[in-house]
């Protein structure tokens, strides 16, 4: 409909998956940035010459190739960024930095989205708030609806004690009628997937396995007579027998 370049970015080990969806539903071709650094470089020339619709990056290198990712940006344009799993973004109040002392990854993906620009911007995850309220203030902010600045929207969506720890949450309603704006909820029940086939398979343990496990049990049975042991005392104790199904390798020769 008009919109010949689009940036997608996504994690790492869903470029390969992503780029299969792409051409499954909408035909289309698409190059993914991987590989040593020259190889990176080349494939986004590569895409600059040619009518190729989707430059696929993981959110790690989108990071490390932020000026080239801009200079592609003043020079040809992308109509449209998809961020999947934009969770990656959440941790705007990280003073945390990256070793070559660029600022924290959510930072540089934003700062790079509101260079771009694009006409579309669409951001998708699960869980968009897997935390606090924080969380949202880069999604929010990317999708134009929050100005304020990071301790501004902190401060007033959350409860902060005095070391500045997100302890609470505030005006929630607010916070929902913002999100109404801007989010499009997809249920369970409106996409009518099929409920899951669960398969029940026995497996016997070998003839060692069984030796092996009955000697845990009784060992063990021996071992919590007369005691109190509890928690995860208890629950390390089990685990040797569920080592001992996996593979008799697991647990100790004694």
């Known amino acids: ?13 869903h470029k390969e998956n992503m780029g299969k969806e792409i051409r499954t539903h909408t035909n289309s071709d698409y190059l993914i940035v991987d590989g040593p650094e020259n190889k990176r470089l080349d494939i986004m020339r590569k895409y600059f010459r040619e009518d190729i619709p989707y430059l696929l990056i993981s959110y790690e290198m989108a990071a490390h190739h932020e000026k080239h990712l801009k200079s592609l940006a003043r020079t040809m344009g992308f109509d449209a960024v998809i961020l999947d799993e934009f969770t990656k973004i959440k941790n705007w109040g990280s003073y945390r930095r990256r070793k070559d002392n660029k600022p924290h990854i959510t ?3 934003t700062n790079l989205i509101e260079m771009i620009n694009p006409q579309i911007l669409i951001l998708g995850s699960g869980t968009p708030m897997t935390k606090d309220p924080t969380d949202l ?3 929010l902010r990317l999708v134009g609806a929050e100005k304020r600045n990071y301790y501004h929207f902190r401060n007033h969506f959350c409860l902060v004690d005095s070391w500045g720890r997100v302890v609470g949450t ?13 989010m499009i909820r997809r249920p369970k029940e409106l996409l009518k997937l099929e409920e899951p086939r669960i398969t029940y398979m026995p497996v016997k343990m070998t003839p060692e396995q069984a030796r092996l496990y009955e000697a845990a049990k009784k060992g063990i049975k021996e071992q919590l ?14 685990t040797r027998l569920r080592q001992i199904t996996t593979d008799p390798f697991l647990v100790d020769s004694d």
């Open 137 to 139: 203030y880069a999604p």
């Open 1 to 13: 409909k008009g919109y010949e370049k689009a940036l997608f970015i996504c994690k790492s080990k």
């Open 225 to 238: 007579k007369g005691t109190k042991i509890k928690g995860a005392s208890r629950l390390a104790l089990i």
């Open 170 to 182: 505030k005006n929630r309603e607010e916070l929902i009628s913002i999100l109404s704006e801007v």
């Open 107 to 109: 930072i540089q993906i």
